[in-house]
């Protein structure tokens, strides 16, 4: 029956990482989930319980598309305290899910035919849903060496852009490699967007988790009101909350409206009682975030040195997110690598193979995780590849 | 800023039941709320506890983007209860709404430049969500009279169908008019989208809510297994659950994977700890079902009743769902009308003019609400006939 289906939808392929995810739930309890892109502690009961209180009072009907007044005050007062100035509320939209924030911010600009340049490689689901919308997702590719780690050189933008370019997709820190565009790569980019006329989507969700003293350059310390950059965001990351599907994103106040209409016509809106708990994490989450960050510092270290002395990897200590992408000399295929990792050492990592042009090569491995347990996982990965 | 839009997003209708809506909040609580298709109960305990229970037991973290086992289990034994036949759980997808259902149903079928075919007067989501993804909708007007009520002449479809035509959007019972197609029109339907080799895109969310001994006809009951069907459906309606935001599609198990990477790309799953609600919706909910469709077709008798005694209005009682679609003779600007009632009579009714072709005299009133506030909103709409 799907030959009858539109080839966009067709070709959307598998995730690479759900097809391991798949692969994994069949594998036991004793396996290690490395693989995905969320930490191991549930959601904090500060943020829960509101949003449970909230469901048995009865908030259960149809909302603001737009997002609660409540939540779009919460995330104006939570920019205004970690980005360095006023923001209002009419600057956010409230999305189910941050991929359908990027859903959304593709939709307002890229159609059928349209090319979208993204960093690579990068996580999947930019170019796959560009694809879907029958457009045409075009990667530049980071460099990795050695000594550098992950580099940008931002002449591969400006080159990529044809005049059917409509957008740039940056996403800083960079899920899966690590790599964190400085505040001079950040307006060098925005001048190239301004000089093209083409919009940013820019994808600063692990924005606090950057292994800094602060949190990583953002656009928003160098855009003009009137640049055409779209934000978007999650709650999934910061407070354990991948399980929500709640997101967000900041656009100009007067693309409110039109916003507001992509919600209507692809979900029609995100449930009230959600939100409640959602405000809870903005107003009251900055202190488990930052003890988060913390961690995850600690497990990089301690994940990258055992690893390491296997003198058998090409990593570099990323700057921000909470991913070590690393490469192991002398395997090729990454996708039989990782299943024969699940099923022999019982650790699930993502192939670098599901992130595109410049992945192949390397593996994912999510660190936001009890540093007891990942130490006990290095050591497995690090035996596995002693072993192969 | 909006000027660099992507036209069809910049295109996308505000939705004029939205328009209202918003005006109506800023107009005081004492406005009678029929203007949106839900209900005044909020969601029964029995369906809130479980998703309140799961979330704060943690059960916080991605899981399956096809929906969980539990619940597409869940789905099975309601269709198979209420379907008069065996189904199976591969044959369910969990979406995040049922208007994120017909999105994923349309991306499969219909892309830029593809036509879609679909009843009017119609909810008005259909047409805008087919128009963002660069497609035309097609009207096929159902027809009105004193006599027969809203009547389909099925020709008026095939002749509808081009060369562009990838889908027929079918709703039965309809939103706004209430129409529900017997088993032979659905049958002459079918018929033609096997000829054309057209999709059809069920919606028939509304099947229970049919005031008839039965429930309403369905294409399950004439399809075969490779007729190229999606059925979109939604949680919202039935089960008091409209700010829930959860749904499914009924597939040819062999779309699985297609439909799963569709929602990975889109909002990537919907939230573990509702699904578990929404298992209890399923399991446990026919009696309140069924107690909210007796209540509905009381109340639909007497709105009738009271609304027909001004000798000004056109209506038919709907066979199915739960509106009253009717027009007021010597009233030009449903519009203009609709917000005038907001502020003076303090009823908020939906105007004809957002559901398109063929309802622009008319006013969607939905009656899935308690009798006696229902006597009271049609007493004031009555008194603002006879005044106007």
């Known amino acids: 029956m799907e030959r009858f289906l539109r080839r966009e939808a067709r070709d959307a392929p598998e995730s690479g990482i759900v097809a391991l995810l798949n692969h994994g739930r069949k594998s036991g309890a004793d396996v290690m989930p490395l693989w995905v892109g969320e930490g191991d502690l549930p959601t904090p009961e500060f943020i829960a319980r509101p949003a449970a209180e909230a469901l048995l009072a009865g908030e259960t009907f149809y909302t603001w598309q737009r997002g609660i007044p409540e939540l779009r005050e919460a995330l104006a007062r939570y920019y205004t305290r970690h980005f360095d100035r006023d923001f209002q509320p009419q600057e956010f939209i409230v999305t189910g899910s941050g991929m359908q924030a990027i ?7 890229a159609g059928a035919g349209d090319e979208v340049v993204y960093l690579a490689p990068a996580w999947p689901n930019i170019s796959a849903a560009v694809g879907i919308a029958g457009g045409i997702a075009v990667p530049v590719q980071l460099e990795h060496s050695a000594e550098d780690g992950w580099t ?6 400006e080159a990529a852009i044809t005049p059917k370019t409509k957008a740039l997709f940056i996403n800083t820190p960079s899920n899966p490699t690590g790599w964190t565009a400085d505040r001079q790569t950040l307006a060098q980019i925005l001048d190239i967007a301004r000089r093209k006329g083409v919009w940013i989507i820019a994808d600063e969700i692990y924005a606090l988790y950057h ?3 602060s949190r990583a350059a953002s656009f928003l310390d160098i855009m003009q009101s009137d640049d055409r950059i779209l934000f978007v965001n999650t709650f999934s990351k910061n407070w354990a909350m991948t399980g929500w599907r709640v997101g ?6 007067d693309l409110q409206q039109t916003f507001e209409n992509l919600v209507q016509y692809s979900t029609s809106g995100v449930p009230q009682f959600l939100q409640k708990g959602c405000v809870a994490a903005l107003d009251e989450g900055d202190e488990f ?4 960050v913390a961690r995850a510092r600690n497990a990089r270290d301690m994940v990258c040195e055992i690893i390491s002395a296997t003198g058998r990897t090409r990593l570099s200590p990323p700057q921000g997110a909470f991913y070590l992408f690393f490469a192991i000399d002398g395997i090729a295929d990454t996708m039989a690598a990782a299943f024969d990792m699940v099923d022999n050492a019982r650790v699930g990592l993502a192939p670098g193979s599901a992130f595109g042009p410049g992945g192949e090569s390397f593996y994912r491995l999510c660190f936001n995780r009890r540093v007891d347990e990942l130490e006990q996982a290095a050591e497995r990965i690090a035996g596995w590849i002693k072993g192969n």
Chains 1, 2 share one sequence.
Do not use: C, E, F
């Not at 975030?289 to 988060?292: H, L, N, R």
């Open 248 to 253: 967000w994103m900041k656009v100009h106040p």
């Open 211 to 213: 292994y800094a003293p």
């Open 289 to 292: 975030v930052a003890g988060q």
């Open 103 to 109: 859903q959304l911010a593709l939709q307002a600009t």
């Open 152 to 157: 940008l050189d931002v002449n591969r933008i």
